[in-house]
């Protein structure tokens, strides 16, 4: 029995369907498809080393390690709509069985690519003797992957001033029955704030995130903090009314043209989005210089794939403004949402993580 998770199962199914189609439609900012480019090829990592999969009229040539060998492409759609299939009647794990032979056939071992730069696949359009376009794949057939999720690295401190709290009422505050419940954070600000004590944004608690934020925008981890407030005071995920939260209440004091008329806020937020997208991470040094990712391969929940490139990096920031949204990490993993004591002041750390939906 051969057994693939959603998420190897969608990459399968991702695959297949472009070498089975030889064309992908971009998407427009909503998700839609547009214009079509034409798949002259698609690179393919396995354990023993990388597959090229040259897309021709009617059938698809792989080249690897000792092998060059021709397939139909309908039998690539025929894999797909297998497989699509079988997702749909599945809960857990997703039974590939019958296409042991086919996967022998055109060596397919690994079920997800193997990879070293986050990229899922890379793919030539127009030409096989242009530049392969790495691509990340976001499915909502297996749930999307977090744009942004560092863990304990991208958490941001507040400084709890206004009122002095003694080390039992702290550690009242902190107990918890459940550490799972997400809930208890927004308890702890609204007890703090209900005594007269204030939260005011201190620093990004993790130096590389702290610099990696600067790098896209001196102003971004105040930006981010107000934002994570309201994520957990007002319940607010979705970019464009966080963006509008932001816009009414102006944490950077800055004139109102701005605001209104350049889209002061707005434009700070897509920064962040797209920065994310194309491989800034919180652990880990960010130059703002082009990264392996130049592209991704996007999934609806019927099978409908579109891609956005850098190329139109535009209308990427849209299609990313109306599908990020923020996302509260659980607290014990994170290692946030207590009332901590450091260097003789008091602080409580929120947790930033950008997901997609729908």
């Known amino acids: 029995m051969i057994e693939a998770t959603f998420r190897e199962a969608n990459e399968l199914y991702t695959f297949f369907t472009l070498l089975s189609r030889g064309t992908v439609f971009f998407g427009d900012g909503t998700g839609k498809p547009g214009a079509e480019a034409p798949i002259a090829a698609i690179r393919r990592m396995e354990h023993d080393g990388q597959r090229l999969y040259y897309v021709g009229d009617t059938n698809v040539r792989v080249v690897g390690e000792g092998m ?21 009647n599945s809960d857990d794990v997703v039974d590939i069985s019958d296409l042991e032979g086919f996967l022998d056939a055109v060596r397919i071992y690994d079920m997800e690519a193997r990879t070293d730069d986050t990229t899922d696949l890379h793919v030539a359009l127009y030409d096989v003797n242009v530049p392969f376009i790495g691509v990340r794949i976001q499915s909502l057939l297996c749930g999307t992957t977090p744009l942004l999720d ?3 690295s991208a958490n941001i401190k507040f400084e709890q001033t206004g009122i002095r709290f003694s080390s ?10 459940d550490p799972t419940n997400i809930a208890e954070v927004a308890r702890r600000i609204l007890y703090v704030q209900s005594m007269g004590g204030i939260l005011k944004y201190s620093d990004v608690a993790d130096r590389v995130f702290r610099s990696n934020l600067l790098m896209i925008d001196t102003n971004l981890p105040r930006i981010v903090a107000s934002m994570l407030m309201a994520l957990h005071l007002d319940g607010v995920a979705r ?10 209440r102006n944490p950077l004091k800055v004139k109102d043209e701005l605001i209104r008329k350049h889209g002061f806020y707005e434009h700070k937020v897509r920064q962040l989005l797209l920065a994310s997208a194309w491989g800034m991470r919180p652990a880990k040094q960010y130059t703002g210089r082009q990264g392996a990712v130049g592209g991704y391969l996007v999934v609806d929940a019927r099978g409908g794939i579109v891609m956005y490139s850098r190329g139109d990096e535009q209308t990427f920031s849209d299609w990313l403004y109306s599908h990020a949204r923020l996302e509260k990490a659980l607290p014990e993993d994170a290692k946030y949402g207590l009332l901590e004591r450091e260097n003789g002041a008091y602080y409580i750390k929120l947790n930033l993580k950008i997901g997609l939906k729908p």
Request: aromatic share 10%; glycine share 10%.
């Open 239 to 248: 970019m464009q009314p966080l963006v509008e939260m932001l816009e009414e």
């Open 168 to 177: 039992p009422a702290v550690h009242k505050i902190n107990w918890v029955e």
């Open 68 to 88: 060059d060998e021709t397939f139909p492409r309908e039998d690539f759609g025929a894999a797909a709509l297998y497989i699509l299939e079988r997702m749909g």
């Open 150 to 152: 560092g863990g304990r």
